[in-house]
């Protein structure tokens, strides 16, 4: 079955305390992609992926890190988590099609993080 | 930064009644997709349209892409409780990267 994971679902932790959410697909994609979703705010890019160590930043990078080493796994680094960083994050697989320079995205299911 | 606008940003209706909901853009879409998403979940594509003008019908939901391909509109005929979700709109500018709107939040009264 294809399918985007994350872990973990839940987090609560507290500020300054490095973490990681991993993010892994299973559909061979080369582009993957991570972001946040804040009420009123709607689902923000942070990072991108179009490749095995090709990495860039999407509409709101501050603060996370990303890395990609290989080309089914995508993690998001919180090098020093703040308050303003609670927020819902999903990771994407992402699909080119039609030859139209289209992405379809395939979401994980999301990572809901508490920074106290 | 390219924006998208969708409306309205709630809807609650009864069940068996038809609704539209738009998404709109100051700027030309390449491309523009529909998802779903559910509580607790993540979104869930539903249909990409490219072309100005394009209509796509998946079962009870209707898609429709603007002939300037600024705006898109959802239409459901007969809305049904498991038509309840955040439905988001999110086009493509020519740049590789998918600009969302913050969704219409929809409920279906039984």
């Given at each position: 079955?294809?399918q985007?994971?994350?872990?973990?679902?839940?987090?609560?932790?507290?500020?300054g305390?490095?973490l990681?959410?991993?993010?892994?697909?299973?559909?061979?994609?080369?582009?993957m992609?991570?972001?946040?979703?804040?009420?009123?705010?709607g689902l923000?890019q942070?990072?991108?992926?179009?490749?095995?160590e090709?990495?860039?930043?999407g509409?709101?990078?501050?603060?996370?890190?990303?890395?990609?080493?290989?080309?089914?796994n995508?993690p998001?680094?919180?090098?020093s988590?703040?308050p303003?960083?609670?927020?819902?994050?999903?990771c994407?697989?992402v699909?080119?099609?039609g030859?139209?320079?289209?992405?379809?995205?395939?979401?994980?299911?999301?990572?809901?993080l508490t920074?106290t | 930064?390219?924006l998208?606008?969708?409306s309205?940003?709630?809807?609650?209706?009864?069940e068996?009644?038809n609704?539209?909901?738009?998404c709109?853009?100051?700027s030309?879409?390449?491309?523009l997709?529909?998802?779903?998403?559910?509580?607790?979940?993540?979104?869930v594509?539903?249909?990409?349209?490219?072309t100005g003008?394009?209509?796509k019908k998946?079962?009870r939901?209707?898609?429709?892409?603007g002939?300037?391909?600024?705006?898109s509109?959802l239409?459901?005929?007969a809305?049904?409780?498991?038509?309840?979700?955040?439905?988001?709109?999110a086009?493509?500018?020519?740049?590789?990267?998918l600009?969302?709107?913050?969704?219409?939040?929809?409920?279906?009264i039984?």
């Amino acid at each position: 079955e294809a399918q985007v994971t994350q872990n973990p679902r839940y987090l609560i932790t507290v500020t300054g305390k490095k973490l990681t959410v991993t993010c892994s697909q299973n559909m061979n994609h080369e582009y993957m992609s991570w972001y946040r979703q804040d009420p009123g705010l709607g689902l923000r890019q942070i990072y991108y992926s179009m490749n095995v160590e090709v990495t860039d930043k999407g509409d709101v990078p501050e603060g996370y890190k990303v890395s990609r080493k290989e080309k089914r796994n995508f993690p998001l680094i919180l090098e020093s988590p703040s308050p303003n960083q609670t927020s819902l994050y999903f990771c994407a697989s992402v699909q080119g099609v039609g030859g139209f320079g289209t992405y379809e995205q395939y979401f994980g299911p999301g990572t809901r993080l508490t920074v106290t | 930064t390219q924006l998208l606008e969708q409306s309205p940003q709630f809807l609650s209706i009864q069940e068996g009644e038809n609704l539209t909901v738009y998404c709109n853009s100051s700027s030309v879409f390449s491309s523009l997709q529909w998802y779903r998403q559910e509580p607790g979940e993540g979104p869930v594509l539903l249909v990409t349209v490219v072309t100005g003008g394009e209509v796509k019908k998946l079962k009870r939901l209707t898609f429709q892409f603007g002939d300037a391909r600024k705006d898109s509109s959802l239409h459901i005929t007969a809305a049904q409780p498991g038509d309840t979700g955040l439905y988001l709109c999110a086009g493509e500018f020519g740049n590789e990267k998918l600009t969302f709107g913050t969704g219409t939040r929809l409920t279906i009264i039984p």
